[in-house]
């Protein structure tokens, strides 16, 4: 943007320019000499009226009023309030200060310029729109993701609690408990269990070696209960001496 700042400033003069422009519902003025600021309203009296309207505003006032150097060939100076549109859409207005000639002495020859900046800003503001867009579907997913977390988190705090209280329990009532994967046939015991057998806690266990610590004679039974279950998913509940 300062680019084009400098472009128009060599092409017509003038001693200050701002860009007066609106992303969503927020206001902005971008200065030659003070870069981007959000602003509540247009203070400059000439751009708040060209906004408004949508016509070319001129303010003409004495030359000696400036601060630029005086000259006997200025008796007035001339402030430019021109909006940028592309087609009928205001996409900004631009102000100049100082100018040395009246607008209509000049307006035409930039007018190229003028469609061209207007496009330029567009283009910039979709841009802008566009990643601040990406940027609040990140967040939401950023949030979303935090949530997640923390529910997990939760859940499983609860479960080692519950896990905590389980194995606790198991101690004080010496009860075990333990899964069998039916693919592998491998078995999962709790602490207790391999406690209850004298066994060191993690060895590993399968089918066979599990069954092998009830009698004899109840072992077909379980046997049976387990294929059942296999191949036809129907639940068992066993005692044994």
Known sequence: MKKIFETLMGLIGGSDISLYYRIDDKLFAHNIYRGVSEIRKIDDGAASKAYESGKPTQIPHKFNDTQLIKTPEFTNAYDWALPLKTGDELIAVLSVKNLMMPLNELKNDIDLFFNFAANIIKNQILDYKKIKQAYNELNALNREYL???????????????????LRKTGEMAKVGGWELDIETNEVIWTDEVYIIHELPIGQKIDLSLGLSFYPSESRPKIETALKDLAENGTPFDIETP
């Open 147 to 165: 949530t997640e977390i923390a529910i997990r988190k939760k859940t499983e705090k609860k479960l080692l609690d519950k896990e905590y209280m």
